[in-house]
DNA sequence: CGTAACCTTGATTAAGATCAATTCTCGTGG
DNA sequence: CCACGAGAATTGATCTTAATCAAGGTTACG
């Protein structure tokens, strides 16, 4: 089999028929990386998006000094560097088109599929579902850099990492996980320390100040990757 | 007449028919606000998204302590706040809808027109060049985004200041103005110092400063809201 | 002109980055 | 199975940037 993974886990590709699903496969390449191998980096021209199959990819920037920040973390089932392909379209476009952030393997075994922009084009103009798909997705991503922005503008790190908690909190239990309501809940931080502290706007010696800030503050208890939220209602209040 | 102003002049509604055009007005409804008024906070239900006819939007987040930061400086011909219409679709949606900034007038008579989104999305469904246009205004504000975190968390005020300076001068040269390579070039800024200082992740005593620095760096001089550039290559220079 | 909004300048403070030194954790090979 | 070593995380001391606080100065407009 020349392509032996499913790509209907991946959200945009979840509703196409079997002939569909078989020609974005035959145009598309898939390739696994390992840990801290780069996918694209945001000088390189645009030459397709990419879906995750499986594992955890970053997207950053970096400034001249090497600082780091991360503005999105992709799981499994996400596509990811789609925005150029829709530029084509603004008017005052010169120079090539580039990705708009780079992209890095966070795990061994993350498995991606590039597809290309024509025959997803092709696809898409066919298939108005995908648009909205594609539309759902760009609108959420765009609330979530809104909210972004505003936590790491007016917010302190202590903050930032109280609201990073709650959210996880949240997609812990979206995902079939019971709330917990009152009791002792906790995370698992699926990231390392350095990535979490990139996202925060931050680094690594600051979340760890923050960390044991909100420990003694009793709000929450860390023991390594997890995070026990003794006083949720509290956390909730301290971001306020 | 019941809505003398021309919606054709709006983006996403350039490629129209007249009926198309007709059901749309129909459909929705035209305010002119003045300078300092809201129209609409982050709190609020979604109830339509907006285009400009005239005049100057800012979109923004405000911390309970009253910093403010600008996210988007909006100009007659685009659109805001469809950004819900569109979450309709993500899964793991619970709470009501609401916008994802809040929204002010920067100038008197700034006219806009509330489009509701059921005759849009009816609208939309039925023309596939619709959402490629919404594709690509999203693709251009995800990319504007990604930037922006990038110079807020990367760079120090200077640098952003020097990025939005060679930004201004870019959309000045798009629109008709000749590049004078080489000669003296000059903005005139269209918002305050407090919404730049706002847009640019600080206050105004900073910017003040900011302002100085780059002029003691023989890099601008400053006239009130008028910004000449004396040395554009070093200004790039100084970005990076 | 007069007054309010806008902008600038100076002095001080605070948050967080940087620098430096341990300590902790975990995977790998002996 | 244990020991080692490297990467990850923590802690402390210091420094830097920009926010805050406090006056003045400028501009624009009724």
Redesign the pocket.
Same mark, same amino acid.
């Given at each position: 089999m020349k392509h032996p993974n499913d790509i209907s886990t991946i959200f945009l590709f979840s509703g196409l028929n079997e002939k569909e699903t078989l020609t974005i496969r035959d145009f598309s390449t898939i390739r696994t990386y390992s840990k801290g191998e780069i996918i694209f980096f945001d000088t390189e021209p645009f030459l397709g998006f990419y879906g995750i199959l499986e594992g955890l990819v970053k997207l950053y920037k970096i400034s001249a000094?090497g600082?780091e920040h991360i503005l999105h973390i992709m799981y499994s089932g996400s596509t990811f560097g789609e925005v150029p392909m829709f530029e084509e379209f603004t008017e005052n476009r010169k120079s090539e088109l580039v990705y708009p952030a780079n992209a890095m393997a966070l795990e061994d075994n993350t498995t991606v599929i590039k597809v290309p922009e024509k025959p997803f084009m092709e696809l898409i103009k066919r298939n108005p579902d995908i648009s909205m798909k594609m539309l759902a997705s760009f609108a959420k991503r765009l609330r979530f850099l809104n909210n972004h922005i505003e936590s790491v503008t007016l917010n302190?790190?202590s903050k930032r990492l109280s609201k990073y908690i709650l959210i996880e909190i949240g997609k812990k239990n979206d995902s079939g996980g019971k709330p917990e309501s009152g009791g002792i809940d906790y995370i698992e931080l699926d990231i390392?320390?350095?990535d979490l502290a990139s996202h925060l =706007? &931050?680094? &690594?010696? &600051?979340?760890?100040?923050a960390?044991?800030k909100l420990q003694s503050d009793n709000l929450i208890e860390?023991y =390594?990757k997890k995070i026990l939220i003794k006083n949720t209602t509290a956390l909730k209040n301290y971001t306020k």
């Open positions: 000094e600082r302190d790190v390392s320390k350095y =706007g &931050t680094i &690594t010696e &600051t979340l760890s100040r960390l044991r860390v =390594g």
